[in-house]
C-alpha cells in the first residue's frame, strides 16, 4: 500500500469533523493512494510533545476517527508510528473489502477458498471476532481450507443437504483410512451448540458410519451438550471459538 505525504490544504478537502485542538499544531499531512485512509501528525505547543490522528472514509465518504496516539517524543517517532498504523489499517480495510464484497465470498458460490488461503486465514488470525460477520456458507469453506491444510481431502457437500456433514474429510495412508464428517456452525458467541445438535449429528454418525464426527463451532456448548457428547466421545469431537482460534495461530 502507497502511502503519501499531502499538502495541508488537502488534507482540509476531506470531508471530516474536525474538533478543537487547542494548543496542538498539524504538522504533517498523509494519505493512502486510495485515500481511505487518512492522517495528520501534530505538535503540542504546551508540553512539547507530538500525537497523531488517524480517520477512515466511511460509506458515504466523509472520514470518522479510528486511531489517535499522544505523548509522544518526537516528530520522527510520530511520523514512524503514524504512517505503520496506516498501512496496517488501509492493509485490514483491503482484505475486508474482498472478504464481504468480492466473488470469493459470494454466498452462493460453492468454491472453496484457495487463490487467497493464507491472507484469509492470516487475517481471522489476527481479527477472530470478524469470524461471527461471515456467511455461514463462507465459514464451511474456511473450516474445509484449514482441514486441507491439516493434510484431509475435503469435500464441501451441497448447501441444501441435511445436517450432519458439511465436509466430508479423509486421510488415506498404507496403514488406515480415517474418515470425519464435519458439521459446521456460525453462531454468535451467545448461542450455544445445545444437545439437539449433539443428537442430530449423532444420529448420522450412528447411520453412516464415519470414522468420527466432528462439530466445529464460533460459539461454545452448552454444559448439557458437552455431556452428551462425552458418552460418545471416541466418535466425536466438538471443536468451540478457541479451538478455531488455535488452528488459526499455524498461519
Given at each position: 500500500m502507497a502511502l503519501k505525504s499531502i499538502s495541508e490544504n488537502k488534507f482540509n478537502n476531506y470531508e471530516f469533523e474536525?474538533?478543537?485542538?487547542?494548543?496542538?499544531?498539524?504538522?504533517?499531512?498523509?494519505?493512502?493512494?486510495?485515500?481511505?485512509?487518512?492522517?495528520?501528525v501534530l505538535l503540542d505547543n504546551y508540553d512539547k510533545d507530538w500525537s497523531y490522528v488517524i480517520l477512515a472514509k466511511e460509506e458515504n465518504g466523509s472520514y470518522a476517527l479510528v486511531d489517535v496516539s499522544v505523548s509522544i517524543e518526537s516528530d520522527t517517532k510520530a511520523i514512524h508510528q503514524i504512517t505503520s498504523k496506516m498501512r496496517e489499517s488501509a492493509r485490514?480495510?483491503?482484505i475486508e473489502k474482498i472478504l464481504y464484497h468480492s466473488t470469493l465470498f459470494d454466498s452462493k458460490s460453492v468454491t472453496i477458498i484457495n487463490d487467497m488461503d493464507e491472507v484469509v486465514k492470516n487475517y481471522f488470525k489476527r481479527n477472530p471476532t470478524k469470524l461471527y460477520e461471515m456467511?455461514?456458507?463462507?465459514?464451511?469453506?474456511?473450516?474445509?481450507?484449514i482441514f486441507k491444510d491439516l493434510g484431509f481431502d475435503v469435500e464441501l457437500t451441497k448447501a441444501t443437504r441435511d445436517g450432519g456433514r458439511d465436509i466430508i474429510a479423509n486421510i488415506r495412508t498404507a496403514a488406515t483410512n480415517f474418515l470425519a464428517y464435519v458439521e459446521c456452525k456460525?453462531?454468535?458467541?451467545?448461542?450455544?451448540?445445545?444437545?439437539?445438535?449433539?443428537?442430530?449429528?449423532?444420529?448420522?454418525?450412528?447411520?453412516?458410519?464415519?470414522?468420527?464426527?466432528?462439530?466445529?463451532?464460533?460459539?461454545?456448548f452448552t454444559k448439557d451438550a458437552q455431556e452428551t457428547a462425552k458418552k460418545i466421545e471416541n466418535q466425536l469431537d466438538l471443536k468451540d471459538f478457541n479451538d478455531i482460534k488455535y488452528w488459526l495461530e499455524r498461519y
Open positions: 474536525r474538533f478543537p485542538t487547542f494548543a496542538a499544531v498539524e504538522h504533517y499531512w498523509y494519505a493512502d493512494d486510495e485515500t481511505n485512509i487518512i492522517g495528520t485490514i480495510g483491503k456467511h455461514p456458507r463462507k465459514f464451511e469453506e474456511l473450516i474445509a481450507s456460525r453462531y454468535s458467541p451467545d448461542h450455544k451448540i445445545d444437545v439437539g445438535i449433539i443428537r442430530d449429528v449423532a444420529g448420522v454418525q450412528y447411520l453412516d458410519r464415519p470414522s468420527k464426527s466432528i462439530i466445529v463451532t464460533t460459539s461454545y
